[in-house]
């Protein structure tokens, strides 16, 4: 298992200088990755910052992490700039970084802006973007025809660093199941589950057994259970007790997680109190 930190891209970490830092703490203290949301808008109104910019502060900062955003609501950017700036930052940190995707969770940060509102249809523009982004990264002439996109013979170059490219994991909600068919096309999986109020809740270790089981089950129907594949699973350890710590990801290992995240946010208290949890490094196993 490895093992990740995840912060937001609003209030406190809206300073790229300040998550610069953090990434250097991270790193130090033997973390193996950083991720960043990618939000709009909160209510209350909180400051933002683009996530890309973060990302790229990351990787300026960091010589070894793995960093990426978990993830970007690809319907509302356009594929084939998501396509680039991934490519650019591949090649900027020496092939470290891991692309998260999903369909998005907020609508108000869709409609507040004039973007699709309807999760059906931002579903069928993610499969589509999903195509053109993996076209795009070949660096041969690419065209596609799809409801959403539309291309003819466009070629984006350089190729990925990463090859066979740059690792593209999926955010799906258990226990639905479409959402685990299409992450199992690609290299990883976030599996959420979302209370009613839209909010995460927590998985169990069973979720997790039978997120793996599902998985492995789609790729062996299209030829792909013996390729690598990764399953996150995210949640707080206490930081002051190692041992308890252990324990609660060792359970999720032996389920089959492969990377622990471990929620770095308000619920942690103060900045002060979040950096103080990066710094006494993950719960390793």
């Keep these: 298992m490895r093992y990740a930190i995840d912060i937001p891209n609003f209030g406190a970490f809206a300073d790229v200088r300040l998550t610069a830092d953090v990434a250097r703490d991270a790193e130090a203290a033997g973390w193996d990755a950083v991720w960043v949301w990618d939000h709009h808008m909160r209510d209350p109104a909180d400051p933002h910052a683009d ?6 502060a990351i ?3 960091t010589e070894r992490i793995r960093f990426g955003p978990m993830v970007t609501p690809l319907a509302r950017r ?12 591949d090649h900027l940190s020496g092939g470290r970084l891991t692309l998260g995707l999903g369909n998005g969770s907020r609508n108000r940060e869709f409609t507040a802006f004039g973007d699709e509102g309807d999760l059906r249809t931002r579903a069928a523009m993610l499969d589509e973007g999903l195509a053109v982004i993996d ?10 025809a799809g409801e959403h996109y539309r291309l003819d013979e466009a070629t984006s170059l350089p190729r990925p660093m990463q090859q066979p490219r740059i690792p593209i994991w999926l955010a799906a909600t258990w226990p639905v199941r479409a959402p685990f068919r299409r992450a199992a096309r690609w290299d990883g999986v976030w599996p959420l589950r979302r209370s009613p109020d839209g909010t995460s809740a927590p998985l169990s270790p069973d979720d997790i057994r039978g997120v793996c089981s599902t998985i492995a089950e789609e790729r062996a129907a299209t030829g792909r259970e013996s390729a690598p594949f990764d399953v996150m699973v995210d949640g707080s350890t206490p930081g002051d007790d190692p041992a308890r710590a252990a324990a609660t990801t060792s359970e999720f290992a032996e389920a089959g997680a492969t990377w622990w ?4 946010n308000t619920s942690r208290g103060s900045l002060e109190q979040m950096r103080r949890r990066i710094r006494q490094g993950p719960p390793k196993v």
């Design 135 to 144: 076209g795009l990264w070949t660096g041969r002439p690419f065209s596609f």
């Design 51 to 56: 996530p890309w910019i973060l990302l790229t």
């Design 59 to 61: 990787a300026l900062a």
């Design 261 to 264: 995240t471990e929620r770095i």
């Design 78 to 89: 356009r594929p084939w700039d998501v396509a680039k700036q991934a490519v650019t930052l």
